[in-house]
């Protein structure tokens, strides 16, 4: 069965200070992977996305994602965090094979991103 | 949100009512979903159409029905079977219901009993 975890509940960090919001997945074959982010009462926003190639993506909003399959592993990162990054950021998977055709997502609980000034 | 709407912000259900809530779509695209959100839990799957005319079950559909007779348009109605409907209620579409294609949200309604 698909899954996503996110780890920590919230992270909190300086601004100015790189951040990291950590993500792990497991699907049983190859994923597809996506982060996106939500402000208080609105729609999620999508961030980026891994689907190939490259194991660092680069995403909106100086975001990016480093795709570790070792690890099963897709941490979002950012170098430098700014107050208005606060919010809830949302890993989600796909699997490549089986319901991959469905286009159903599972998304891990969700971190909150607190940015202290 | 860009490009999908859902109405209204704000509804409120009393016990025994049926409600419905609107989601449209601009995009063209061919794939719609209905996510609820609860907190710390994430989103989890209502219900999903790939095509018009055409839809399937999530993995938390009871309570639940759906309709997609136009292209845009993929209304969720949260019936009195649904006895724990407080949540925030999101759709999403995407061009295809293939694996790489991201699925873009609206707004979202949130439900509340009164």
């Known amino acids: 069965a698909q899954s996503v975890a996110q780890p920590e509940d919230q992270v909190n960090v300086a601004e100015g200070n790189p951040l990291t919001v950590k993500c792990t997945y497991s699907?049983?074959?190859?994923?597809?992977l996506f982060w996106y982010v939500q402000y208080p009462n609105r729609g999620l926003q999508f961030l980026l996305k891994?689907?190939?190639?490259?194991?660092l993506v680069k995403g909106s909003y100086g975001f990016e994602a480093e795709f570790n399959k070792s690890q099963t592993s897709f941490h979002l990162k950012k170098p430098s965090a700014l107050v208005s990054d606060s919010a809830l950021y949302f890993c989600?998977?796909?699997?490549?094979?089986?319901?991959?055709?469905?286009?159903?997502?599972?998304f891990g609980q969700g971190t909150t991103l607190q940015v202290k000034p | 949100d860009g490009g999908i709407t859902q109405s209204p912000k704000y509804l409120f259900r009393k016990e025994g009512q049926n409600v419905t809530l609107s989601c449209e779509q601009n995009?063209?695209?061919?794939?719609m979903y209905w996510y609820r959100q609860d907190p710390g839990q994430g989103l989890r799957l209502i219900y999903y159409?790939?095509?018009?005319?055409?839809?399937q079950k999530g993995d938390i559909a009871e309570g639940y029905s759906v309709s997609r007779e136009k292209k845009e348009s993929f209304p969720l109605t949260v019936t009195s079977a649904q006895k724990n409907p407080t949540a925030f209620y999101l759709c999403?579409?995407?061009?295809?219901?293939?694996?790489?294609?991201?699925?873009?949200f609206g707004p979202g309604t949130r439900l509340l009993v009164l």
């Open positions: 999403a579409s995407s061009i295809v219901p293939s694996g790489q294609e991201t699925q873009y």
């Open positions: 699907v049983s074959g190859n994923p597809y």
């Open positions: 891994y689907i190939t190639g490259d194991n």
């Open positions: 989600a998977v796909r699997d490549r094979r089986g319901s991959s055709n469905t286009g159903k997502l599972i």
């Open positions: 995009l063209n695209h061919d794939a």
């Open positions: 159409s790939q095509i018009v005319n055409d839809f």
